[in-house]
């Protein structure tokens, strides 16, 4: 145990050197488990079949694929002893939140060990005049906002989920408030990054909380939406506002689904400062209904919110009622009440578990495009229809105000044929949103399932400068590796030339010495010799 603490402590002087070979086969050695009990403590590692399994899968329909070990740090001091722990040894780091996504980002298809961060949920730093926290990962959305009940401030990104705040800025979160208030992304001032290797990096600086900075490259953005695979988030500075004066939300439905996107396309365009804008089906109204017993006539339906002063919204609110009747709205509900507007929003929350009760015993799988709102009437329409052509359990609901929606379908994991109709239906959706100058996803992230639409959408350059930066700051390719995969993978791209060369043994041929991109298998060695040598940077 005591050599493995060691060869972390070195393992910048010998970033190649191998010492565990056997972790990649999902194995750890009894020393290699001593040495995490000795960073965190015993309590505070696992390796029971239970706990794996429990880590090994989040919401989504992919197979539970467990790690080898999950830990339990307590500060940030620990884990970047076990950064470097897991790097110095090869075996992959897997960051783990409240395992509420829905692409499975938290699989562990190539075992190695799980770090949950939930332990660390201090509330580190609240700057009121500022507007702004500091929270560590084991922080969740609502516990922010309990927290921040009596100042007059809240966090409005809301994804649904009770989901962890560092694990939604891993993900690129948004939610129903995106439309007024803006994603994660444009929320998140700073954060604290541990690197694979265990160095420590506050991307906008330490301690650090300004609004808007032209100072060099935007680390921060880069993390976000890196979904574990650049290095493990351990606090994030957060951007407040203020707690809105009155709030008033509303339910109207529509004769068609073209009319009910075409109401929220005409309700932005007229510049009504709407704070939630929501698109139901009939199918996820009908669902909603059954499962929280709203009272919604069974048509394609709009929840609204608005935030503001009470004259403000009386406008706003007018407004809104004039543009959704020339669109053919009917049934036009408002809710003024706390209470009534908690019972909508918690339907609209709740739509993931309404369509599992569609098939009861069946699984649900969720995807997401986001297109620009021009063509979010196109694609939503033609969506439903390939819905019914595919013969799927599903619905369509989402976050229209910013060209962003879902579709939850219900599937038997155990039929195959279906499996594919669902993947086959989930790759023509995500290809009908590129073609329309679209993301084949607003905000789940790309996780196991979209690796090949992303390719596709930012291209071969893009997939590169990916790859460059990922083998940059992850030279080993360890972190959450399955999600990263087609960007680094040994054998097909692995860019390992700051730490190896090869000298030709047929230098008529080729150059004397040149750089190795790729890792070579035993055919290639009575052609080159593999010289690991650490080069100068």
Same mark, same amino acid.
């Given at each position: 145990m005591a050599s493995l603490l060691r060869a972390a402590a070195t393992w910048r002087l010998f970033p190649w050197r191998g010492y565990c070979s056997s972790v990649r086969q999902g194995k750890l050695s009894k020393d290699f488990v001593e040495a995490l009990k000795a960073v965190v403590g015993s309590p505070h590692v696992s390796t029971a079949a239970a706990v794996l399994e429990q880590h090994g899968h989040d919401e989504s329909i992919h197979r539970c694929q467990p790690p080898?070990?999950?830990?339990?740090?307590?500060?940030?001091?620990?884990?970047?002893? #076990?950064? &470097?722990?897991?790097?110095?040894?090869?075996?992959?780091?897997?960051? @783990?939140?409240?395992?509420?996504?829905?692409?499975?980002?938290?699989?562990a298809m190539q075992g190695g060990v799980c770090i949950n961060l939930t332990h660390m949920d201090r509330i580190l730093a609240l700057n009121a005049e500022d507007f702004s926290v500091v929270v560590e990962p084991g922080v969740t959305r609502k516990a922010l906002n309990t927290y921040l009940r009596?100042?007059?401030?809240?966090?409005?990104?809301? $994804?649904?989920?009770?989901?962890?705040?560092?694990?939604?800025? &891993?993900?690129?979160?948004?939610?129903?408030?995106?439309?007024?208030?803006?994603? %994660?992304?444009?929320?998140?001032?700073?954060?604290?990054?541990?690197?694979?290797?265990?160095? #420590?990096l506050h991307t906008a600086g330490q301690g650090r !909380? @300004?609004?808007?900075?032209a100072a060099g490259y935007n680390l921060t953005g880069l993390f976000v939406g890196s979904e574990g695979t650049l290095g493990l988030i351990t606090a994030a500075t957060l951007r407040l506002h203020p707690v809105p004066e009155a709030t008033v939300a509303a339910t109207c439905a529509f004769p068609s689904v073209q009319a009910a996107v075409d109401s929220t396309v005409s309700i932005l365009q007229a510049a009504v400062p709407v704070a939630r804008i929501e698109f139901l089906d009939d199918v996820m109204i009908d669902a909603c209904n059954r499962h929280s017993k709203l009272?919604?006539?069974?048509? $394609?339906?709009?929840?609204?919110? @608005?935030?503001?002063?009470?004259? =403000? #919204?009386?406008?706003?609110?007018?407004?809104?009622?004039? %543009?959704?009747?020339? !669109?053919?709205a009917s049934h036009f509900s408002w809710a003024k009440e706390a209470e009534e507007r908690s019972q909508l929003w918690a339907a609209r929350h709740n739509a993931w578990y309404a369509a599992l009760a569609l098939r009861p015993?069946?699984?649900?799988?969720?995807?997401?495009?986001?297109? $620009? %709102?021009?063509?979010? $009437?196109? %694609?939503?329409?033609?969506a439903k229809e390939d819905l019914k052509a595919a013969r799927l359990t599903g619905g369509l609901l989402g976050h229209v105000g910013d060209g962003n929606f879902h579709c939850i379908l219900v599937v038997?994991?155990?039929?195959?044929?279906?499996?594919?109709?669902?993947? &086959?239906?989930? !790759?023509?959706?995500?290809?009908? =949103?590129?073609a329309l100058h679209g993301t084949c996803t607003g905000e789940h992230g790309i996780g196991l399932g979209k690796r090949q639409l992303l390719q596709e959408e930012v291209g071969a350059v893009g997939v590169e400068t990916m790859r460059q930066l990922k083998a940059t700051l992850d030279p080993r390719g360890l972190m959450n590796p399955d999600l990263s995969s087609d960007f680094l993978r040994p054998g097909e791209g692995m860019v390992l030339t700051l730490q190896m060369k090869v000298t030709l043994r047929n230098p008529g041929l080729y150059p004397k010495t040149v750089l190795l991109v790729g890792t070579p298998g035993p055919e290639d060695l009575p052609m080159v010799n593999i010289i690991y040598d650490r080069l100068p940077h």
């Open positions: 080898d070990a999950v830990v339990w740090p307590q500060n940030v001091e620990q884990v970047s002893r #076990l950064a &470097a722990l897991c790097y110095s040894q090869g075996v992959p780091i897997i960051p @783990f939140g409240t395992g509420t996504g829905l692409e499975g980002g938290v699989c009596d100042s007059g401030l809240w966090f409005p990104v809301d $994804p649904g989920a009770d989901a962890s705040l560092c694990g939604m800025a &891993a993900t690129a979160a948004s939610g129903t408030n995106a439309v007024r208030y803006g994603t %994660i992304r444009e929320n998140v001032l700073n954060l604290e990054v541990v690197l694979p290797g265990g160095q #420590l !909380h @300004f609004r808007k900075s009272n919604c006539s069974v048509a $394609p339906t709009l929840f609204l919110e @608005f935030h503001g002063s009470q004259q =403000a #919204l009386a406008e706003q609110v007018q407004r809104a009622e004039e %543009i959704t009747q020339y !669109h053919g015993g069946c699984k649900g799988y969720s995807t997401d495009v986001c297109v $620009p %709102i021009s063509r979010l $009437p196109e %694609i939503l329409v033609q038997d994991p155990e039929d195959p044929e279906e499996l594919h109709r669902v993947k &086959a239906f989930a !790759h023509q959706l995500g290809r009908r =949103a590129l």
